[in-house]
């Protein structure tokens, strides 16, 4: 069974930046890849970020692109996503799952995700 666990979120002014991270445990993601997803109030959840395990390919939602970064450390099992320049409507739960190829969907049950707030 995957387990996903997300830390790194808070308060952060509109300009600033957060780095959060997400630790994966339960099976070999080789084949997998990982992403990121948002949830604001009253929204449905979105896809943020996206990379491949083996080849460290990503995929940005075209909200975040050139202001946020994915990584992942494959000896440790965490992907991170480093938030730049961040704007009030980045504010969300910012959840972890695993993506199965090639389609990207998740597969993982959903944690408790961290929570961003930026103000303006």
């Known amino acids: 069974q995957v387990q996903l666990v997300e830390s790194g979120g808070g308060l952060v002014q509109a300009g600033g930046s957060l780095r959060l991270s997400c630790a994966a445990s339960?099976?070999?993601?080789?084949?997998?890849?990982m992403g990121w997803f948002r949830q604001a109030l009253g929204k449905e959840r979105e896809f943020v970020a996206a990379?491949?395990?083996?080849?460290?390919?990503?995929y940005y939602a075209d909200a975040v692109k050139g202001r946020f970064t994915i990584s992942r450390d494959n000896a440790k099992n965490t992907v991170s996503l480093q938030m730049n320049s961040l704007k009030p409507e980045d504010t969300a739960v910012y959840y972890c799952?695993?993506?199965?190829?090639?389609?990207?969907?998740?597969?993982?049950?959903w944690g408790q995700g961290t929570q961003v707030t930026v103000s303006s």
């Open positions: 799952n695993v993506l199965i190829v090639p389609s990207y969907s998740p597969i993982g049950s």
């Open positions: 339960g099976r070999t993601f080789s084949s997998y890849a």
């Open positions: 990379i491949r395990w083996s080849s460290g390919t990503t």
